[in-house]
């Protein structure tokens, strides 16, 4: 059985996040921290021997890849993929508004009026389609929709790679945070992903196992 090592990567921190802001498939720039976050992401993996690195086609992916890559002494001989599939779950209408702001909207449906709240009690996954029902045009991803464009990138991932593959994978504070909760929910302690933290995965045909989640000071 073929096993993949990926290390994903949050994207660093964006003007959308510094502002509180919804941001799943719009995109903003990286902020000054943001860079930062990449490097230092890039500086704690730079040892490993990635074969590959994929990223979601969001900017702030593309751009926290090519800085964290930078910082590989073998980066000219990686080569890079952007996944679409890889992309922040599609938040519909809410894209671009006050963060607190979708949450009270969509927690209307449920009487409550935090994203804590919400998640604490529906999970993750039952709060994908609450937004989905909130929003106002029906484009916002609900669970299933979520679950199969993610799925279809790590089946792209799969045939892209061979057994005992090390990639750099970039992506987003809520897929990681999803993909976690799935696979490894005694991991999830309702805690957001940190911008440029590193979670290890081992990818076998037909399972994901989680071997960290979240960790920001990770010495490769």
């Known amino acids: 059985m073929k096993k993949i090592t990926a290390y994903f990567v949050r994207h660093g921190q964006t003007m959308l996040n510094h502002y509180n802001k919804v941001q799943g498939w719009i995109d903003s720039p990286l902020t000054a921290k943001g860079r930062a976050d990449a490097k230092r992401?890039?500086?704690?993996?730079?040892?490993?021997?990635?074969?590959?690195?994929?990223?979601?086609?969001?900017?702030?992916?593309?751009?926290?890849?090519?800085?964290?890559?930078?910082?590989?002494?073998?980066n000219m001989n990686i080569v890079s993929y952007?996944?679409?599939?890889?992309?922040?779950?599609?938040?519909?209408?809410?894209?671009?508004?006050?963060?607190?702001?979708?949450?009270?909207?969509?927690?209307?449906?449920?009487?409550?009026?935090?994203?804590?709240?919400?998640?604490?009690?529906?999970?993750?996954?039952?709060?994908?389609?609450?937004?989905?029902?909130?929003d106002l045009y029906g484009e916002a991803e609900n669970n299933d929709m979520f679950w199969k464009r993610l799925d279809r990138g790590f089946d792209k991932l799969r045939a892209n790679s061979k057994d005992g593959d090390e990639v750099l994978v970039v992506s987003?504070?809520?897929?990681?945070?999803?993909?976690?909760?799935?696979?490894?929910?005694?991991?999830?302690?309702?805690?957001a992903t940190i911008n440029g933290s590193i979670t290890k995965l081992?990818?076998?045909?037909?399972?994901?196992?989680?071997?960290f989640f979240n960790k920001v000071d990770f010495q490769s």
């Open 82 to 134: 952007q996944y679409p599939e890889f992309r922040e779950q599609c938040h519909g209408y809410f894209e671009g508004n006050d963060l607190n702001q979708m949450w009270q909207f969509v927690g209307a449906q449920v009487k409550l009026t935090s994203e804590s709240a919400v998640l604490g009690t529906y999970g993750l996954e039952k709060a994908r389609d609450l937004i989905h029902q909130a």
């Open 172 to 191: 987003h504070g809520m897929t990681i945070r999803s993909i976690v909760d799935r696979y490894a929910p005694d991991l999830d302690l309702g805690v």
């Open 202 to 211: 081992e990818i076998t045909d037909d399972d994901i196992h989680v071997d």
């Open 41 to 74: 992401a890039g500086e704690q993996l730079k040892n490993i021997p990635f074969v590959a690195a994929y990223s979601s086609d969001s900017g702030r992916a593309i751009e926290t890849a090519s800085i964290a890559l930078r910082q590989n002494p073998a």
